[in-house]
């Protein structure tokens, strides 16, 4: 398959200046922007889903589009609960080809990872996998702050705990997202080029990017569970 998305554009030409501050500065604060009744209903529902399947090592897929990935996983880990998350009714409801029986042990909901990813915490639900496939890039300099490694919300992604996996394809994206995770963790985070055939690839994303040529890069970290809870 070839395709021909375009790559990234950015006015930064490595990571942004202001993100060790901007990092440091959301981990000395609490972030308290209230909670959506829709994400809570989310939250609440999913964890009864999860519960009703023996509560299996959890595999969150933040921000998982139309939900391949999150069957792709839950297929790969039958002996895990895969929650795919996204914000978008249009992405989630949109039909996704599957050849044969469809794994049971995973879950789409429609939230806020904003709300959701801090309900969990509140909660002490700690993933055993945690996957940022392709997020939004925000690629403009003064847009650090809509990057998840930017957003106040880092700090609990980091004190979840688990394996964290983020895959983009700008190399800025996933130079930043290892600095910062290396920052709150402590560990010394590093990311690699990520490359894959198309037909290989794990998110519809990561298959159009694939199929144009681009650059795939992948940051990889296992941190312990919350010991930084908020
Ligand atoms: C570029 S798409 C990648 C989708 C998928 N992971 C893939 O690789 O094909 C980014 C996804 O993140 C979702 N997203 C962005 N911000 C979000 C938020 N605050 N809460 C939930 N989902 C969000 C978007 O709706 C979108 O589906």
Same mark, same amino acid.
């Given at each position: 398959m070839r395709s021909n998305s375009r790559p990234?554009?950015?006015?930064?030409?490595? #990571?942004?200046?202001?993100?060790? $501050?901007?990092?440091?500065?959301?981990?000395?604060t609490d972030f308290l922007k209230p909670l959506s009744d829709n994400s809570l209903s989310a939250f609440e529902y999913s964890m009864a889903v999860w519960r009703d399947? =023996?509560?299996?090592?959890? &595999?969150?897929?933040?921000?998982?589009?139309? =939900?391949?990935?999150?069957?792709?996983? @839950? $297929?790969?880990y039958p002996d895990h609960f895969v929650i795919g &998350?996204?914000?978008? @009714?249009?992405? /989630?409801?949109?039909?996704?080809?599957? *050849?044969?029986?469809? #794994?049971?042990?995973? /879950?789409?909901?429609?939230?806020?990872?904003?709300? +959701?990813?801090?309900?969990?915490? %509140?909660?002490? &639900?700690?993933?055993?996998?945690? +996957?940022?496939?392709?997020?939004?890039?925000? #690629? %403009? %300099? *003064?847009? /650090? &702050?809509r990057r998840w490694h930017g957003h106040p919300v880092f700090p609990v992604i980091v004190a979840l705990g688990g394996r964290i996996e983020c895959r983009s394809n700008w190399?800025? +994206?996933? $130079?930043?997202?290892? @600095?910062?995770? =290396?920052?709150?963790? =402590?560990?010394?985070? *590093?990311?690699? $080029?990520?490359?894959? *055939?198309?037909?290989?690839a794990l998110t519809p994303f990561e298959e159009k990017y694939a199929a144009s040529g681009h650059g795939l890069w992948r940051c990889e970290i296992q941190l312990s569970a919350a010991d930084k809870a908020r």
């Open positions: 990234v554009t950015s006015n930064q030409t490595g #990571p942004n200046e202001q993100l060790t $501050a901007l990092v440091k500065k959301h981990a000395d399947h =023996g509560s299996k090592p959890l &595999i969150i897929d933040a921000g998982c589009g139309v =939900g391949l990935s999150t069957r792709r996983l @839950a $297929a790969q &998350i996204d914000q978008s @009714a249009d992405r /989630l409801e949109r039909a996704v080809q599957w *050849d044969g029986k469809l #794994p049971e042990n995973y /879950l789409t909901v429609r939230a806020d990872l904003v709300d +959701y990813w801090r309900l969990m915490l %509140k909660h002490a &639900i700690h993933p055993e996998q945690h +996957y940022l496939l392709y997020p939004n890039p925000w #690629p %403009k %300099k *003064d847009q /650090l &702050i190399e800025i +994206y996933i $130079a930043e997202f290892a @600095a910062a995770a =290396g920052q709150l963790s =402590g560990q010394v985070t *590093d990311y690699q $080029a990520h490359i894959i *055939d198309s037909s290989a």
